[in-house]
């Protein structure tokens, strides 16, 4: 009997498998939870949640030059937006925008895809303190999880969270990631080398896929 292999191999069909797409949507207590890639016309909606978000955001999020006012300035959004468009033209970034009943509430990214023999690829998200803890993370996270999987071709997703990060590692544990190990000073976040855990899920895992394994376990449903 033949082992399966998951993924795809690099170069075997499109540079840029599974990009661009609209995963969802999945219905949970904040509205119906969809993926679509970032827009250039995202830049007013993600620079008044993320400037009002400070506080709620920037403690988890890894340090960058410059103030917060002016790194989440709408007009610094156009250049984030051709990067992460650039990255994505090239197979290298799943860049998309969480919206919930249309509207944008937040960013979902999967960031720094190896192809090859590793298709393997880090997830990292953020959601609008408004919606916070009616389970649109949890469904983003399960839909990108299934994209990655399935169109994209890959085979594994790692996440990194701070043990801090209650909330963010609930997301992770009710959608099926796995705790691998502590990342000691692994990335500079806040100003300081701070420990994460490494999360990681590979396609094997996911069976017939978390978003219908959250629909099972009572915490979405499909529209
Ligand atoms: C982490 C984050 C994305 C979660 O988004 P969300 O849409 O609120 O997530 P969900 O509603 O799907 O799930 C959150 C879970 O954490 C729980 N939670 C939230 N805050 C908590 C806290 N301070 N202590 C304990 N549990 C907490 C919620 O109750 C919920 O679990 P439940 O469904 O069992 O009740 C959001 O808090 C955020 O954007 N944080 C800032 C950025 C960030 O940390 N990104 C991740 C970096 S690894």
């Known amino acids: 009997m033949s082992t399966p292999v998951y993924g795809t191999p690099y170069g075997a069909e499109s540079r840029h498998p599974g990009w661009p797409a ?12 969809a993926l679509r890639p970032v827009r250039l016309r995202d830049g007013g909606e993600w620079s008044r949640i993320r400037l009002r978000d400070r506080e709620y955001l920037e403690k988890w999020e890894p340090t960058a030059a410059g103030p917060w006012t002016d790194r989440n300035a709408g007009w610094a959004w156009p250049a984030q937006w051709a990067s992460l468009r650039s990255l994505a033209r090239r197979g290298q970034c799943l860049p998309f925008a969480i919206t919930v009943d249309g509207a944008f509430a937040g960013q979902i990214t999967i960031g720094n895809v190896i192809r090859a023999s590793l298709r393997s690829a880090w997830v990292g998200y953020w959601v ?3 919606l916070a803890g009616k389970g ?9 999880t299934d994209h990655a999987f399935g169109a994209a071709g890959l085979h594994r997703l790692e996440a990194t969270v701070r043990p801090e990060n209650t909330a963010s590692l609930r997301v992770l544990a009710k959608a099926g990631y796995r705790q691998e190990g502590l990342f000691r000073r692994y990335l500079d976040v806040a100003g300081a080398w701070r420990d994460h855990y490494c999360f990681a899920i590979t396609a094997e895992e996911t069976g017939e896929g978390l978003a219908d394994r959250l629909v099972a376990a009572g915490r979405a449903t499909r529209p």
């Open 22 to 33: 609209k995963p969802g949507p999945l219905l949970v207590t904040a509205g119906a939870v």
């Open 128 to 130: 609008s303190s408004e």
């Open 136 to 144: 649109v993370a949890t469904a983003a996270v399960a839909l990108v």
